[in-house]
Antibody, heavy 121, light 110 residues
Framework: EVQLVQSGAEVRKPGQSLRISCKAF????????ITWVRQVPGRGLEWMGR????????NYSPSFRGHVTISADKSTSTAYLQWSILEASDNAIYYC??????????????WGQGTLVTVSS | QSVLTQPPSASGTPGQKVTISCSGS????????VNWYQQLPGTAPKLLIY???QWPSGVSDRFSGSKSGTSASLAISGLQSEDEADYYC???????????FGGGTKLTVL
């Protein structure tokens, strides 16, 4: 079964750093991009960026570039999302999703279960 | 402000048909396919429709998608209480070189 399993909920203070993970099972990790999506509680979905695990090329949304870093480790089939300096506005649920592309047709499937990040002093 | 525009809410009674719209532009829906995701309360989004009108394995054919020009629609027929969820459209945007989502539509089954 293809699935993405994310790391557990995290609580941090503003200014601290954090790295959350997304581990892939059931498919060849380098065959698909991994995308990260933010959801502020009660709000919609925002695309943050994506990584090609083959060569770790990253494509960031302008809204998130410079604030987060997306990376991947082929040896463990795991993608990461990290912050060097967390802000209160980073309070959200973060989802990873497998980006599938076939003949120019693209979609996300499956999604991870989500990681809740709480930033509070 | 989302790049793709959806109505914030929709509602219907059991058995009815409901349609949710998604409006975009020539750089996203106009030239790329549209996907729809269903997010049940407290859960992660799930792929509902891909490539404008294709069903992933396991998705009911009560859900159908269509696209015309720079707009897309999701129709849900034979509405059931378990369809209460948030629905999001998404498409790749060639100008932004990234994915864009609609703001989401909260479906209520009365």
């Amino acid at each position: 079964e293809v699935q993405l399993v994310q790391s557990g909920a995290e609580v941090r203070k503003p200014g601290q750093s954090l790295r959350i993970s997304c581990k892939a099972f059931g498919y060849r990790f380098t065959s698909s991009w991994i995308t990260w999506v933010r959801q502020v509680p009660g709000r919609g979905l925002e695309w943050m960026g994506r990584i090609d695990p083959t060569d770790s090329y990253v494509n960031y949304s302008p809204s998130f570039r410079g604030h987060v870093t997306i990376s991947a480790d082929k040896s463990t089939s795991t993608a990461y999302l990290q912050w060097s300096i967390l802000e209160a506005s980073d309070n959200a649920i973060y989802y990873c999703a497998r980006g599938i592309a076939v003949d120019g047709i693209r979609w996300f499937d499956p999604w991870g279960q989500g990681t809740l990040v709480t930033v509070s002093s | 402000q989302s790049v793709l525009t959806q109505p914030p809410s929709a509602s219907g009674t059991p058995g009815q048909k409901v349609t949710i719209s998604c409006s975009g532009s020539s750089s996203n829906i106009g030239i790329n396919t549209v996907n729809w995701y269903q997010q049940l309360p407290g859960t992660a989004p799930k792929l509902l429709i891909y490539n404008n009108n294709q069903w992933p394995s396991g998705v009911s054919d009560r859900f159908s998608g269509s696209k015309s020009g720079t707009s897309a629609s999701l129709a849900i027929s034979g509405l059931q209480s378990e369809d209460e969820a948030d629905y999001y459209c998404a498409a790749w945007d060639d100008s932004l070189n990234g994915w864009v989502f609609g703001g989401g539509t909260k479906l209520t089954v009365l």
